[in-house]
């Protein structure tokens, strides 16, 4: 049995898989300069990188990293980010596959 994938289809899944590492990588470097007590990266930023879609990618490593878990903004808010996330890029495999 040979499965063909869409070009589109590995087109966005690797999108969603570069932009959630990047996501991690970045809360991950906010974690050790937080350690270090450098120069932070601004909360705004990882909302950001968490709203265009690597919202999975910072709860990841807010979970792994014990990071930003005690701020409501984030406990609550990368959650409903993963949510909108979600049905963003759900909608949008739904819409190619129509």
Same mark, same amino acid.
């Given at each position: 049995?040979?499965?063909?994938? /869409? ?7 690797? $999108? ?25 990266? /601004? ?5 950001? $990188? ?8 910072? $709860? ?18 990368? /959650? ?19």
């Amino acid at each position: 049995m040979n499965v063909t994938i /869409p070009a589109a289809d590995l087109a966005l899944a690797a $999108w969603l898989l570069v932009l959630n590492l990047v996501a991690y990588a970045v809360m991950a470097s906010d974690k050790r300069r937080a350690k270090k007590r450098a120069r932070r990266i /601004p909360e705004r930023t990882l909302f950001v $990188w968490a709203a265009v879609g690597g919202a999975l990618g910072i $709860w990841l490593a807010m979970a792994q990293k014990r990071h930003k878990t005690q701020h409501a903004s984030f406990r609550f808010g990368i /959650p409903a980010l993963l949510l909108l996330n979600v049905l963003l890029y759900g909608g949008a495999f739904y819409l190619l596959h129509r």
